[in-house]
């Protein structure tokens, strides 16, 4: 007999730009797994006619709100108008170019149940380009991050990050709206130093590329785009990108 689950304290928050066909896939992935929840959100950031056309269509098939913007306001406001239209006590923050895989359900129910016995606990992250440094109190697979200034290296410092993840939708009131008017890169960094700041506190799954598959199609690439020295592990480009961000980000932090 096929599990189903039903996850009626959380809304599933999907931020979408220009990319319906992923949304779609999405979306049906969730379904696939026979994976409801209280309600879901589709914040939409100005797509082009074409896809607003097919989202119309998705909401035919599936169930979900559809928050819209007549023009790109960027990452930050697609977030905040997205969140704001959340009526839960808990949010599943996915962007819409990500797939659940077959573990899922089992896996999210176990983060659930660290959120409902940790009231104190803000998030629990699902997905990573690389695994969380500082981490301890293993539970299924979740370990509790564990952030400490004077520990070495910079990558101590993404304790937030935008990528698959749980949280409270009382999150602005704790660490603050997203800015906006920024690049997604600079959002996402500021928000990381307002949770550090903040005191924030989350899990983190540890076998990070298995709960969630990122996807991007020819027909429907990834709109994020960073400078090349970001990303490159060229000699000596990395040691002084290394460096730099070791400084900046203790900087930021401290003052």
Not at 29 to 43: P, Y
Not at 44 to 60: A, T, V
Not at 79 to 105: C, H, M, S
């Amino acid at each position: 007999m096929t599990k189903e689950y039903f996850f009626g304290e959380v809304t599933l928050l999907i931020t979408h730009y220009n990319r319906s066909q992923s949304l779609e896939q999405l979306l049906l992935a969730f379904e696939a797994l026979h994976c409801r929840f209280g309600d879901i959100v589709v914040s939409d950031d100005g797509s082009r006619p074409e896809h607003i056309d097919y989202l119309l269509q998705l909401q035919k098939k599936h169930e979900f709100r559809l928050i819209t913007t007549p023009q790109n306001r960027g990452l930050g406001n697609n977030i905040n108008k997205g969140q704001d239209a959340v009526q839960t006590p808990l949010t599943l923050y996915v962007q819409e170019d990500f797939t659940p895989t077959a573990i899922f359900p089992e896996r999210f129910s176990q983060a659930l149940d660290i959120m409902r016995e940790h009231p104190e606990n803000d998030m629990v992250r699902f997905y990573a380009y690389f695994e969380y440094p500082c981490l301890r109190n293993p539970r299924d697979g979740f370990y509790e991050m564990d952030f400490k200034v004077w520990k070495p290296g910079y990558r101590k410092f993404y304790a937030y990050s935008d990528h698959p993840h749980l949280r409270r939708s009382n999150f602005f009131e704790r660490f603050g709206r997203y800015p906006e008017g920024q690049k997604g890169d600079v959002t996402e960094y500021r928000m990381m130093m307002s949770f550090l700041k903040n005191k924030g506190r989350s899990y983190f799954y540890k076998d990070f590329q298995g709960l969630f598959i990122q996807k991007n199609s020819e027909s429907e690439p990834s709109t994020m785009s960073r400078e090349n020295w970001r990303q490159t592990d060229r000699f000596p480009v990395k040691q002084i990108r290394d460096v730099y961000r070791h400084l900046k980000f203790n900087f930021d932090y401290l003052f």
